[in-house]
Nanobody, 115 residues
Framework: QVQLVESGGGLVQAGGSLRISCAAS????????MNWYRQAPGKQREFVAG???????NYADSVKGRFTISRDNAKNTMDLQMNSLKPEDTAVYYC?????????WGQGTQVTVSS
């Protein structure tokens, strides 16, 4: 069983930056993939960014060029560096780890971007 804990959320002005982190209780080295999702009020949860065991990354079009995902297998952590934040980035951000057939989720961290 893997537990995921997000941290680093908060309030930031539009155009600012924020870095959120995900700490795993177990090893993330064997995870098939680790991802960030987000859910804004009244909207469905959506994919933000993902990183494979090999370090390959992919991003939602809405954050491409502004967000950077990274992982540290030795520390069992994953980060999301968010730059040029927009009010529409406001959401609860969730850490996700995929180890087939299991799918693990954190509790989420709130990111609020003021205009």
């Amino acid at each position: 069983q893997v537990q995921l804990v997000e941290s680093g959320g908060g309030l930031v002005q539009a155009g600012g930056s924020l870095r959120i982190s995900c700490a795993a209780s177990g090893s993330i080295f064997s995870m098939n993939a680790m991802n960030w999702y987000r859910q804004a009020p009244g909207k469905q949860r959506e994919f933000v960014a993902g990183i494979s065991t090999a370090g390959r990354t992919n991003y939602a079009d809405s954050v491409k060029g502004r967000f950077t995902i990274s992982r540290d297998n030795a520390k069992n952590t994953m980060d999301l560096q968010m730059n040029s934040l927009k009010p529409e980035d406001t959401a609860v951000y969730y850490c996700n780890a995929l180890k087939l057939p299991n799918n693990y989720w954190g509790q989420g961290t709130q990111v609020t971007v003021s205009s």
